[in-house]
């Protein structure tokens, strides 16, 4: 049985991206009345309703949001921030195994923008993109053009983007883009995290490009993917800022809790939906609510541009607020969770996960076709899940790794779902994986899971997956430490960059490990190289921070120690005869060493982007 090849690694184009047609223009989305859109979206169950018109949308919201007030204001007094930036990122692989059905492990391919990304076919943004001889980075606001075809890069131009900053109060440097037909699409973050402005690009001519759009809008990116040549931005809008009154005296609660809900009840729209210029950018008829009143309430919104006519957007959106989704290459996953207080979050794709008080979490799919999203069918899985790296989708089924909840027991599990009409119906599942542990990565292919939980030992466990509706787990290996991202290096060879760990379970520094996956039902690991105490693998935290290069058989992966007088290294991993030899060059220091990428290029050199500069790293 084949396997669908997931991308990891990273590779530029041959040529040189030059062709026009990427626009992106956004517009007032017309009166505070959003008209209907053409055609609507279309809701095939109960999960999910359509107001009736605006005003009937706009009492829902207020109806679930008088709920939620008291008087201290949202949730009686809990600080209403973004969300917590706790990420898992996961791993590939597979490989033929004794006992097991016909799975096996596949090379990667390569991403031609330079992102490892976690989807064939779909890319993702990053502050470093490459097509053919030319490679941009964001830095600080602004766009840098290089020529990478001579012996050293060569600036081609730089172009000031005040709006592609980030923000400055959590150390976020800001500013990540997809490439496409010679534009770049620019996401940037406002200062208190309320707003994204989206910049076009023409870059035709690199060495002179020219600003063709930016518009900002109320609500914050949490992730941004590129099908062919559409454009996707998922944007959150949380729960309204609002004046809100704190008691005083004897009567102050009762008068600040009705202060406190008159103030909802004038909220309009245009506080509940993102925004261009004070409009809604999403149709009434396109938000769809939810019947369950436990999730989080704000708007969810997928935002979509056809680059060929960048005067046509479509939006969608649910009345809830979540930023764990994941993308397909045919589908768009939002999974639902209940209100988290008092947390932070302001980076693209580093989402909190969901949190079930109910022991559920609901899960809701739509088609993507074109720049339409419709929803065809929803559902709710029993336990809590993690990131976008739990769920994975292919040929009609949805696997999802999930952790525990209060309608689970102590453990982990895979669960399989199949669209049968309007609804995610539970397939298959394979239970009782890390036992009072929790899931540190997980990767999919076409007929296998691997998940990796932690607590004192690492279990590395290895799931069949050829037949959804009967998953089994076909082995697992049980080591001190535990892996963050996992990478396969062809049929049989997994690195999983993550943590040392003691018996104790006490974790002492980053470790590179090699595992071989011929027989999955006895994974081995076969070599360890360890770094110093107080390291962390970059690549735990951001993916994008590790490149393979199968050719050469070398990881390229980025080590760092300290949080405060950080130094970066580039950590160059040799893999020959089943084992490992470790080289590392110092590269960067302070919070640029989580922007240092590592990306080949067409010409078969590796270009090394760190804080201030860009060269060729020497392998």
Not at 199 to 211: E, G, N, Q, Y
Not at 303 to 312: E, S, Y
Request: hydrophobic share 40%; with cysteine.
């Amino acid at each position: 049985m084949s396997l669908r090849r997931i991308t990891t690694g990273v590779a530029a184009a041959t040529s040189l991206v030059a062709a026009v047609g990427v626009g992106y223009a956004l517009g007032s989305a017309g009166p505070a009345e959003v008209p209907p859109s053409d055609p609507p979206i279309s809701l095939a169950n109960a999960d999910l309703t359509l107001a009736t018109d605006c005003d009937a949308l706009l009492d829902s919201y207020i109806e679930r949001a008088l709920d939620q007030v008291g008087p201290y204001g949202w949730g009686d007094g809990g600080v209403v921030m973004f969300g917590a930036s706790d990420s898992s990122a996961g791993a590939e692989m597979s490989a033929p195994s004794a006992s097991a059905r016909t799975v096996r492990t596949s090379r990667t391919e390569s991403n031609e923008s330079g992102t490892n990304v976690q989807e064939a076919g779909v890319d993702e943004s990053d502050v470093v993109k490459v097509a053919g001889l030319l490679l941009l980075r964001l830095r600080e606001g602004e766009l840098l053009a290089y020529d990478v075809s001579g012996p050293q890069p060569s600036l081609l131009s730089t172009t000031r983007l005040d709006d592609a900053r980030g923000n400055d109060w959590v150390g976020d440097p800001g500013g990540e883009m997809v490439f496409v037909d010679g534009r770049a699409v620019v996401l940037g973050t406002s200062q208190d995290g309320r707003s994204s402005t989206i910049t076009t690009v023409d870059l035709a001519d690199p060495t002179s490009p020219s600003v063709v759009d930016a518009t900002t809008i109320r609500g914050r990116a949490s992730a941004v993917r590129l099908h062919g040549d559409v454009v996707r931005v998922v944007l959150q809008n949380g729960l309204p800022e609002l004046d809100f009154s704190y008691p005083d005296g004897t009567f102050g609660q009762i008068r600040s809790r009705l202060h406190n809900r008159a103030l909802v009840r004038d909220t309009t729209l245009a506080d509940w939906l993102p925004t261009v210029d004070g409009e809604p950018v999403v149709a009434c008829d396109e938000v769809a609510i939810p019947d369950d009143e436990e999730v989080a309430l704000g708007t969810t919104t997928v935002l979509a541009f056809d680059p060929a006519d960048p005067g046509a957007r479509t939006a969608t959106a649910v009345a809830t607020d979540s930023d764990t989704s994941y993308f397909s290459t045919d589908r768009f996953y939002l999974a639902a969770g209940a209100p988290q207080w008092g947390v932070w979050n302001d980076c693209i794709d580093c989402g909190r996960g969901t949190w079930a008080p109910s022991g559920t979490t609901p899960v809701f799919a739509f088609a993507l076709d074109g720049t339409d999203a419709t929803y065809v069918a929803s559902g709710e899985v029993e336990g809590t899940i993690a990131d976008r790296w739990s769920m994975d989708a292919v040929g009609g089924s949805l696997r999802v790794a999930v952790g525990p909840s209060s309608e689970t027991g102590n453990f982990n599990s895979v669960v399989t779902f199949r669209e049968e009409g309007a609804k995610l119906l539970e397939d298959g599942r394979v239970d009782d994986l890390g036992v009072g542990e929790q899931i540190k990565s997980v990767r999919w292919f076409d007929d296998l899971a691997i998940v990796v939980t932690f607590r004192q030992t690492d279990p590395l466990y290895a799931i069949d997956l050829s037949s959804p509706g009967d998953p089994r787990l076909l082995g697992e290996l049980k080591i001190p430490g535990f892996s963050e991202y996992l990478h396969p290096l062809g049929e049989h060879r997994l690195i999983g960059m993550g943590q040392d760990a003691g018996l104790d379970g006490m974790t002492r520094g980053a470790q590179a490990a090699l595992f071989d996956v011929t027989d999955l039902t006895n994974p081995r690991q076969i070599d360890v190289v360890r770094y110093d105490k107080g390291t962390y693998a970059g690549a735990g935290i951001d993916p994008r921070q590790f490149t393979w290069l199968p050719e050469q058989r070398v990881a390229l992966t980025v080590v760092s120690q300290g949080w405060e007088g950080t130094t970066g290294w580039v950590s160059v991993l040799s893999l020959a005869d089943g084992s490992m030899t470790n080289r590392m060059v110092e590269v960067e220091h302070g919070s640029d060493v989580a922007d240092v990428r590592l990306v080949p290029l067409a010409s078969g050199k590796v270009a090394l982007v760190t804080g201030e500069d860009v060269g060729f790293f020497s392998l």
